[in-house]
């Protein structure tokens, strides 16, 4: 069955580093989503990319963020200069077109780590 | 602003009792509710939707919207139901979830 794979499974960066982290999304799929998880919160909804634009993101999304899919598999999370409350789980998630196939699948995740 | 709350962080139950993880929402539309779930150490995957009225590993949700409610129930718990369940929210033509903070489920044996 296909998944949505991510990688580095964790990253280790310091404050006022750049880091992407990088999602290969289930191919014929066409909406992808980022996510984030800090340790012991909820999941909370980032961003969503689609037709190579972002279609909504949260307010969690400033400036410091962006999303880029490069190439036909790849969809990326970038952050310009990493705080150490971006320290968290980041998940990617990509979902199909029609309504009927509107589940979202999630990667396993990066475990971003800012020191 | 929609809201998703689960009032239990922990929940544990002996196997073979009846299970339920509750789950409360705030919105005003109508809106499409789902059942997450994590496995030790596996991805966050669909357990089930409101709107597929389906029974998945014996799990059933119904959703009520004058208890604006959408508990996750199952008669008798297996030991491999021990996970991590997230209620989820999106309302209709949106893409977005909001998640709740999550219920550990732990099956005692």
């Known amino acids: 069955e296909p998944e949505v794979t991510q990688t580095p499974s964790h990253q280790v960066t310091q404050m006022g580093q750049e880091v992407i982290l990088r999602c290969v999304p289930i191919?014929?799929?066409?909406?992808f989503y980022w996510y984030r998880q800090i340790l012991g919160q909820k999941v909370e909804f980032l961003v969503s990319f689609y037709n190579n634009e972002i279609s909504e993101k949260s307010e969690i999304f400033d400036d410091q963020f962006s999303v880029e899919r490069p190439d036909g598999s790849n969809f990326t999370l970038k952050i310009r200069s990493t705080k150490l409350e971006d320290s968290a789980m980041y998940f990617c998630?990509?979902?199909?077109?029609?309504?009927?196939?509107?589940?979202?699948?999630f990667g396993p995740g990066t475990r971003l780590t800012v020191t | 602003a929609q809201r998703v709350t689960q009032p239990e962080k922990l929940l544990s139950v002996f196997k073979g009792a009846p299970v339920e993880l509750k789950c409360n929402y705030s919105y005003s539309g109508s809106p499409e509710l789902f059942w997450y779930v994590q496995y030790s150490r596996q991805r966050l995957q669909l357990l089930l939707r409101?709107?597929s009225r389906e029974s998945i590993k014996g799990f059933t949700a119904d959703l009520n919207k004058g208890e604006t409610s959408f508990h996750l129930k199952k008669p008798f718990a297996q030991e491999e139901d021990s996970a991590m369940y997230y209620c989820a929210l999106r309302y209709f033509g949106n893409e977005k979830l909001t998640f709740g903070t999550g219920t550990r489920l732990t099956i005692i044996p």
């Open positions: 998630a990509s979902s199909g077109r029609s309504r009927s196939n509107y589940e979202q699948y």
């Open positions: 409101h709107i």
């Open positions: 191919s014929n799929h066409l909406y």
